[in-house]
């Protein structure tokens, strides 16, 4: 190449990997976002496509097997002494769940105020959710493996196929609980060591990492509702 | 307004998340009133959209985001509606396979112990 590239309007344009995003971007900024909302939105659009196969190829198996599905409303019943109350300890995750939902939409609310005190408090709060929610789906995994002899290839209550859809889309859930837990401390721990504030005191960060949060308690919901309650 | 971030009244915030806890509460019902059949199953979904919806919509704010963004977000998950018709004939075609070839299931489930 003996001479730089020009634009039509005569400017010279860079080479190597810099004009190929400077190309491709056309200076152009297509969201009218901070770019990191949008980096998170686009995020949780291909985690929606990964739960989405999940939950798919768990309608796949549930419809193509000829032995019966387990009763999952007796499987996941509890005893607290008396006669076992049906699904009882998923129902009380799933508050538990939605009250850190809660707390994280404070959190931004009081971040946006620039409430430090008050921000730090309420994703304190959101991750000890988080934290007990991972704890008792960890009990409930116990009880499984343990006492009802679930595994992934098979079960004594019925179709083979419980086992492995109920280890993989609860297990990746989890995992998604137990990243979100740290990443709401660390950006937390942040917000009260003034961390923002050398970055010109923008709480953008915290509404980002709320969406974060608020999507693992969507992907709850799909969950709560196909696997357990159909 | 989305250059300055996004703020809202708490009030809405508030009756959100109770609205959330109602809408748990019925789904639930759904379950321990033991509802069977195309009851069960709307409900199940009526609920579920619901609240997807207000966790979308009002939670991660995408109530007040520019229509770009909501479509961009919005539209693609879709597609997983055709995903879901294949894969229910695929499994219909399965199904029907292995009760051709093999017979009904001889399985004898047992009751979980609590």
Redesign the interface.
């Given at each position: 190449m003996s001479e730089a590239a020009m634009s039509a309007s005569g400017e010279v344009l860079p080479e190597g990997t810099k004009g190929v995003v400077q190309d491709f971007a056309s200076d152009k900024q297509?969201?009218?976002?901070p770019w990191g909302k949008?980096m998170m939105?686009?995020f949780?659009?291909s985690d929606?496509?990964i739960f989405?196969?999940f939950l798919?190829?768990y309608?796949?198996?549930?419809?193509?097997?000829?032995?019966?599905w387990?009763?999952v409303?007796?499987?996941f019943?509890?005893?607290f002494g008396g006669d076992?109350i049906?699904?009882i300890l998923i129902?009380i995750m799933?508050?538990v769940l939605?009250t850190s939902?809660?707390t994280?939409?404070?959190a931004?609310?009081m971040g946006?105020?620039k409430d430090r005190k008050k921000t730090f408090w309420l994703m304190v709060a959101t991750a000890a959710l988080g934290a007990t929610f991972v704890g008792m789906q960890a009990f409930e995994w116990t009880k499984l493996i343990v006492?009802?002899g679930v595994r992934p290839w098979g079960n004594?209550?019925?179709?083979a196929q419980f086992g492995s859809s109920f280890f993989m889309i609860t297990g990746f859930h989890g995992l998604h609980v137990s990243a979100g837990v740290i990443y709401l401390l660390v950006v937390a721990f942040r917000v009260k060591n003034g961390f923002y504030e050398k970055r010109g005191g923008n709480?953008?960060i915290v509404?980002i990492a709320?969406?974060y949060w608020?999507?693992v308690?969507?992907v709850w919901?799909?969950i709560?509702?196909f696997f357990?309650?159909? | 307004m989305?250059?300055e971030?996004?703020?809202?009244p708490?009030a809405i915030?508030?009756w959100?998340?109770g609205l959330?806890?109602v809408v748990?509460f019925f789904?639930?019902m759904?379950?321990?009133l033991?509802l069977q059949g195309y009851l069960?199953?709307s409900l199940?979904?009526i609920?579920?959209f619901l609240?997807?919806g207000f966790?979308?919509a009002?939670?991660?704010?995408m109530k007040w985001?520019?229509l770009?963004?909501q479509l961009?977000?919005l539209v693609?998950?879709v597609v997983?509606l055709v995903?879901?018709g294949l894969?229910?004939l695929?499994?219909?075609y399965?199904?029907l396979t292995?009760?051709e070839f093999?017979g009904?299931?001889d399985?004898v489930?047992?009751?979980?112990?609590?």
């Amino acid at each position: 190449m003996s001479e730089a590239a020009m634009s039509a309007s005569g400017e010279v344009l860079p080479e190597g990997t810099k004009g190929v995003v400077q190309d491709f971007a056309s200076d152009k900024q297509a969201f009218h976002v901070p770019w990191g909302k949008a980096m998170m939105w686009i995020f949780l659009l291909s985690d929606t496509f990964i739960f989405s196969c999940f939950l798919v190829s768990y309608m796949t198996v549930r419809i193509s097997t000829a032995d019966p599905w387990p009763v999952v409303s007796d499987v996941f019943a509890l005893s607290f002494g008396g006669d076992p109350i049906p699904l009882i300890l998923i129902a009380i995750m799933t508050f538990v769940l939605i009250t850190s939902s809660g707390t994280m939409a404070m959190a931004v609310n009081m971040g946006y105020r620039k409430d430090r005190k008050k921000t730090f408090w309420l994703m304190v709060a959101t991750a000890a959710l988080g934290a007990t929610f991972v704890g008792m789906q960890a009990f409930e995994w116990t009880k499984l493996i343990v006492d009802e002899g679930v595994r992934p290839w098979g079960n004594p209550m019925g179709a083979a196929q419980f086992g492995s859809s109920f280890f993989m889309i609860t297990g990746f859930h989890g995992l998604h609980v137990s990243a979100g837990v740290i990443y709401l401390l660390v950006v937390a721990f942040r917000v009260k060591n003034g961390f923002y504030e050398k970055r010109g005191g923008n709480y953008e960060i915290v509404e980002i990492a709320g969406l974060y949060w608020h999507f693992v308690d969507l992907v709850w919901v799909f969950i709560f509702a196909f696997f357990y309650l159909w | 307004m989305a250059q300055e971030g996004q703020q809202h009244p708490i009030a809405i915030y508030l009756w959100i998340w109770g609205l959330l806890f109602v809408v748990s509460f019925f789904s639930y019902m759904v379950d321990y009133l033991q509802l069977q059949g195309y009851l069960r199953w709307s409900l199940i979904l009526i609920f579920m959209f619901l609240k997807a919806g207000f966790i979308i919509a009002i939670f991660m704010h995408m109530k007040w985001e520019r229509l770009a963004l909501q479509l961009a977000i919005l539209v693609p998950p879709v597609v997983i509606l055709v995903l879901i018709g294949l894969m229910a004939l695929e499994g219909e075609y399965t199904f029907l396979t292995r009760i051709e070839f093999f017979g009904e299931s001889d399985f004898v489930p047992s009751t979980p112990h609590h």
